[in-house]
């Protein structure tokens, strides 16, 4: 059974920084690709980051580039979301997914096939 579990978000002050964790299980990350997306409340889904596991390959949007970093340690099959500078726009639900196609990672959510169920991130002013 696919399964995607997030964890790390929590409540910091801006400027400040989180390292999310999205765990894989019943399923090894090889050459799937991962996406990291989030949903502030009113506002539509966002995709953040993705990376290519057959190549490492990233994206960024520009809303996150030069603060965000997205990277995976095999050895736990777990993919993660280096969050840096944050700010109060930054609050949000962040989830992780997997695009089984794999390549290139994409910041469309229609794309991915498994869903993990979200760590809330807030960022105090």
């Known amino acids: 059974q696919v399964q995607l579990a997030e964890s790390g978000g929590g409540l910091v002050q801006d400027g400040d920084s989180l390292k999310l964790s999205c765990a894989a299980s019943?399923?090894?990350?090889?050459?799937?690709?991962i996406g990291w997306f989030r949903q502030a409340p009113g506002k539509e889904r966002e995709g953040i980051a993705c990376?290519?596991?057959?190549?490492?390959?990233?994206y960024y949007p520009p809303s996150v580039k030069g603060r965000f970093t997205i990277s995976r340690d095999n050895t736990k099959n777990t993919v993660y979301l280096q969050m840096n500078t944050l700010k109060p726009e930054d609050s949000a639900v962040y989830s992780c997914?997997?695009?089984?196609?794999?390549?290139?990672?994409?910041?469309?959510?229609?794309?991915?096939?498994?869903w993990g169920q979200g760590t809330q991130v807030t960022v105090s002013a």
């Open positions: 990376i290519s596991l057959r190549d490492d390959s990233t």
């Open positions: 019943g399923f090894t990350l090889g050459e799937y690709a």
């Open positions: 997914a997997v695009d089984l196609t794999g390549y290139p990672c994409t910041d469309s959510s229609t794309q991915y096939d498994y």
